[in-house]
């Protein structure tokens, strides 16, 4: 049915009604004193929802343009990052990082399955001369449903001492429990059409002090994603470029949102539909990607072994407008996944539950007792 | 009176409500075959703005991120640079290029002067081993309100036969004729907050041949504004990273507009703007700050010597709800610019006329008679 669609895909991830209206309201000048009060408040209560009192910035660019600002910022070239790559996003850091210059160190996992902490804690250990400059982390790795142990990783980065750790947390922040400044992150960067309810447009960086030390002497060439200029002028309540002033009304009211809700409940609700999700697809019989231990709080991702992933995408979004994702590059085909980030209630996802049985049994998979799928998830939401 | 305001400033410029109801629609995902088509019209709408076969690629940056690719795709570390300096504008991309590591020579202009081509002719003729590897041009240099005369300078390079010319065509694209197959423009960025009549969110860089080739040994580092990847996905209809999908439905609509209204109409209707400005603030008694023969068809900047420009912005915003811009750096309270970009039609001028007649009169200025300046506004109408 035409505009019925019903998006359960890591991104971009529904939006309310009342921020889709903020959009459509017809933009102020940049530079008026509106606008400052706007970016005034925005700003705080980005600090609030970053659990920091560091600065976070807004770039007009996708997650990929904040992550990167994150990262050439703060390094220079030659300088040795470890990169942490257990999907696409991570390998897209180590690219990032290639691609200027920088001396780039992978640690590896399985698609699937998380990085191992221990062996962060090993390389780092063994950096003696502290040639590591940075450790970069994908928190919740979107192409595979992965969440990798942060904290723990954390932990052998403090202890390191010398290395600043930059974390990509575009589908983790508004989902999960990142507490900037209490873990001391140094560099953590995300993108609007994720946890934050937006459509995609915005990017966001928080940045410590330490970040900021290395910044003052970071060599790679930027200008338009030289976080210097936005700290600055984020000083004056305003930005070096023109910002997507729509995009900042529809950020305003989305943040209000998020908090009227409450931090804890929001980390409640996605940790409840990912434990729901995970119920269900094991009722239905179908393999988990993921495993629990490493589960992500906004995507899981299944691996049908007896019925083709892009044929049950195909029913769910022809007969009942729901967008699931697939896989990327070689799990195309083999996985999809299923979004329950930012703007995702209870309701959206037994609906989404209810389809996928239907569209089983339409594909003719027999591994499962109709309406079990739904049981499973239905015996979480009532413990909870 | 709140959400009365009119905006005649170069940017964000007036929306249309349809563009504006656009931008509320809920988002779809951008790996779905309905943003492909999405994606393959409004390439081929942005191709026929750009009057050009080659490659129009859209960025999620504002107008200096996508004059920042248009630079550092096509260069490598040291090459020399002409930069047209006599703005805000020429300035930020003798910075850029700066902050790249490239040679920047400069040719400078008075702000409010236009640049001397000649100067242009002699130094590119002098360059008997062809150094200079992009001029860098800045069209219409919004913080003036002056236009260069850039068909002039591209012959000049084209004679040279190596430099690229690199052209910031924010303020001029949608606006003015810029026919880049025709003259042979290598490099073309815009941005959408201008004449495209959306909000400030995304970036346009058109791209030719020549400087593709450059492309294929240029050194300078990237990959958010790396042109090449989204080349590639742009031929497939997709994007590298996640675009601002509700800007594309934005985009969509505008464009459309601008077809049914024609390029020609287009550039007419912004010319009887500009000169109908220029006639009233002559009337009005109050010094242009650009000469006639470099007026810039989206701005026009007024340096009044016997009352405030900051007053007089002041009043016109309180009491009549219209915003004009300010000076930026040096001109900082000196001049005062109104826009007539984009969305703008003689009845916004004209009520825009009116109340700058008002504001004056409220200011005790009494350089002109009261009424003078609609009248000659009315007469370029009448005669247009």
Known sequence: MDDKLMLMIPGPTPVPEQVLLALAKHPIGHRSGDFGKLMAEV?????????????????????TGAMEAGIINFLSPGDLVLVGCNG????????????????VEKITAEWGQALDPEQFRERLEADSQKQIKAVIITHSETSTGVMNDLETINRYVKAHGEALIIVDTVTSLGAYNVPM????????ASGSQ????????LGFVAVGPKAWEAYATAKLPRFYLDLGKYRKDAAKNTTPFTPPV???????VALR????????????RHQRLTTATRAAIKALGLPLFAPDAAASPAITAVAPDRVDAEQ??????????????GGQDHLKGKIFRIGHLGFVGDRDLLAALAALEATLQELGYEGFTPGSGVAAAAKIFANS
Chains 1, 2 share one sequence.
């Open 43 to 63: 700003t705080a209560n980005l600090k609030w929802l970053h659990q920091t009192q560091n600065d976070v910035l807004i770039l007009a660019a996708s997650g």
């Open 88 to 103: 696409k996003f991570g390998d897209r850091w180590a690219e990032v990082s290639q691609a200027y210059g920088l001396t």
């Open 181 to 188: 400044d209490a873990w001391g992150l140094d560099v953590v």
């Open 194 to 201: 994720k946890g934050y309810m937006l459509p995609p447009g």
């Open 246 to 252: 729509n995009m900042f009304f529809a950020l305003q």
């Open 257 to 268: 949102m998020m908090q009227a809700e409450g931090l804890e409940n929001i980390f409640a």
């Open 312 to 325: 049950i995408r195909s029913v769910m979004k022809k007969r009942y407008d729901i967008a699931l994702a």
